[in-house]
Nanobody, 138 residues
């Protein structure tokens, strides 16, 4: 199993970046892909998550209206388009995979809890990419 992030870098306030997470070694539809970030001195926080199985999409409140997550099922990639960036978005960004199932039509984590509530917790994820730096200058 492998996840690799790309597309990070340095951008000015108000600018945009597009991160991409390339995945391999697992069945894409059996996992949801989340994006996390970790700024210096802060914990790892969930940014967004996408479930290919049901096209479910989730965002943290602090990125709603600015970031857009999408997938290319043929390429098995999940992208994060980041717009109107601010210095507070500076962090190392990670993509990660969480195993899901869908009993009774509800997407749940391996703990059996709804993905809608599980996705922001990094402890629920099974595989991680190495991370990529995003720096927003003021």
């Amino acid at each position: 199993v492998q996840l690799v992030e790309s597309g990070g870098g340095l951008v000015q306030t108000g600018g945009s970046l597009r991160l991409s997470c390339e995945t391999s070694g697992f069945t894409f539809a059996q996992f949801a892909i989340g994006w996390f970030r970790e700024a210096p001195g802060k914990g790892r926080e969930g940014v967004s998550c996408l479930s290919v199985f049901d096209d479910g999409i989730y965002y943290a409140d602090f990125v709603k209206g600015r970031f857009v997550i999408s997938s290319d099922n043929a390429k098995k990639t999940v992208d994060l388009q980041m717009n109107r960036l601010t210095p507070e978005d500076t962090a190392i960004y990670y993509c990660a995979a969480i195993r899901i199932s869908h009993p009774m039509g509800v997407i749940v984590s391996r703990r059996g809890l709804p993905l809608s509530s599980e996705w922001p917790d990094s402890l629920n994820y099974d595989y991680w990419g190495p991370g990529i730096q995003v720096t927003v200058s003021s």
